[in-house]
């Protein structure tokens, strides 16, 4: 089966920067859109960044300037490097791919998380 696996949230001050991964396995043929989401306490799950699989990219307006998405195909992984962090972006932060599995239409897989805290 196809999973996603998110690391790098961790507890980060006020401005300091952090790097999430997150690295998609098993039966892919192809993987077409990555994305990251995040969701805050009591907040909806909202959308951060979007990479296509030619490397077109979408932020949402809190991350343009200061949070950059990238993607290393070879390794199946989509990357968001986060500068100038605030104590607003904490949140659980979610890996979301479109992948194909041999199939003409690819399926929505999530990964499980990775805890992002920013607090002095």
């Known amino acids: 089966q196809v999973q996603l696996v998110e690391s790098g949230g961790r507890l980060v001050q006020p401005g300091g920067s952090l790097r999430l991964s997150c690295a998609a396995s098993?039966?892919?043929?192809?993987?077409?859109?990555m994305r990251w989401y995040r969701q805050a306490p009591g907040k909806q799950r909202e959308l951060v960044a979007a990479?296509?699989?030619?490397?077109?990219?979408d932020y949402a307006d809190f991350a343009k300037g200061r949070f950059t998405i990238s993607r290393e195909n070879a390794k199946n992984t989509v990357y968001l490097q986060m500068n100038s962090l605030k104590p607003e972006d904490t949140a659980v932060y979610y890996c979301?791919?479109?992948?194909?599995?041999?199939?003409?239409?690819?399926?929505?897989?999530w990964g499980l998380g990775t805890q992002v805290t920013v607090s002095s």
């Open positions: 979301n791919a479109d992948i194909f599995r041999g199939s003409a239409v690819p399926r929505d897989y």
């Open positions: 098993g039966n892919i043929f192809r993987i077409n859109a």
């Open positions: 990479i296509t699989s030619s490397d077109r990219t």
